[in-house]
């Protein structure tokens, strides 16, 4: 299969370029497009065949579950068994908005959607190429994020590429996305409500509309159900062996070197970095946001730096770095 690319406007998306990829989910394949978080690989959400060629492209575990991507809250309503209070309040507050809802399933969406449970998650992106593409489909649109499983999630259409070429019948190249990472994911199937994946949205401000919120306290190892995607112990993780550390990790850094390793060393910027032969040094960002928006366009990078080992500072255990942390551990985990 030839992989066909089409640039599209993120702002003012060409009508032509959005009935074409609308043409191919409707046809059964597989179509990436850019949201607000990561670009998403989509087929249509009530074929279970199509739904099946996401998990083929991916090489993805049979029960991590995917996010349902809807044009508005009324679609949502239509594939959702309960609509309780909380997922009224977080839905008119954050939608269209990086913030996936588990709710109870109608039987209208499959069972390799929910990776056999009996919720399934649920979002309105606040991207104008999918909002548009939703409306042109005209159908509820599964779609995890558009890379290999467990492998870095994609920012940029060239990141798609790389992993998926030959595998998914078109991407829309809407450039470089902006949140940089993926959805919060919220389980307001049940009382409290429970934080299962962290993401742009912290919980300080969920809890805002909901009162307190559960976090989910243990990550799922394979062949465990999963309620939300984004639960795996190992994920969003280089091919490159990544480790992180509580302090800056220069001390790491010097030992590797000197081991003859080359290294990609992540610190915080705002420090005095020593130049040194064989390091690849990034000065990340000091706001979460901005942090959070390079993390995986960096990490890419690195990735296709040719090196040994990339060493990353983690930065601090508070809530507004949260999402950052856990994709930083999570990409670390060797089990």
């Known amino acids: 299969m030839k ?9 003012s998306p060409q009508p ?6 609308a043409e191919v989910l409707r046809a059964g ?5 850019p949201t607000e978080t990561v670009y998403g690989l989509g087929a249509n959400a009530l074929s279970e065949e199509a739904v099946r060629r996401i998990f083929e492209a991916k090489g993805r575990p049979a029960n991590n579950p995917l996010i349902v991507h809807v044009a508005d809250l009324s679609v949502a309503q239509s594939i ?45 992106p606040a991207h104008r190429v ?23 999630s994609p920012t940029r259409a060239e990141h798609v590429l790389r992993g998926l070429e030959g595998r998914i019948d078109l991407i829309l190249d809407g450039g470089p996305t ?5 959805s919060t994911v919220v389980d307001v199937s049940v009382q409290p409500p429970q934080l299962l994946r962290p993401g742009l949205l912290p919980p300080g401000i969920l809890e805002t509309y909901l009162g ?34 509580d302090d800056d990790g220069w001390e790491r850094v010097r030992t590797l070197t000197a081991q003859g390793l080359k290294v990609g060393w992540m610190t915080l910027a705002g420090k005095s970095v020593e130049e040194t032969s064989g390091v690849d040094v990034r000065c990340m960002p000091t706001r979460a946001e901005d942090y959070g928006s390079q993390l995986f366009a960096v990490l890419h990078e690195l990735d296709q730096a040719h090196l040994d080992r990339i060493v990353v500072e983690l930065p601090p255990a508070t809530e507004e770095w ?14």
């Open 3 to 11: 992989t066909e690319v089409l640039t599209i406007d993120p702002h």
């Open 130 to 152: 999918a909002l548009d593409l939703l409306r042109a489909a005209n159908m509820p649109i599964a779609a995890p994020s558009a890379n290999r499983s467990n492998h870095l």
């Open 16 to 21: 032509d370029r959005i009935a074409r990829a």
């Open 322 to 335: 949260l999402a950052v942390r856990d994709r930083l551990l999570r990409a670390a985990t060797t089990d």
């Open 212 to 245: 307190p919120v559960v976090r989910a306290q243990r990550t799922r190892r394979q062949g465990e159900l999963l309620p939300a995607p984004g639960m795996l112990q190992r994920h969003y993780a280089p091919r490159t062996p990544l480790e992180c550390n």
């Open 178 to 182: 902006t949140g940089g990472l993926e």
């Open 80 to 124: 959702t068994a309960e609509w309780p209070p909380a997922a009224d309040a977080l839905a008119r507050a954050f939608w269209p908005g990086p913030l996936a809802l588990i709710l109870p399933r109608r039987p209208c969406i499959p069972d390799v959607v929910t990776g056999g449970g009996s919720t399934v998650a649920v979002r309105v």
């Open 29 to 33: 394949g597989l179509v990436a497009f």
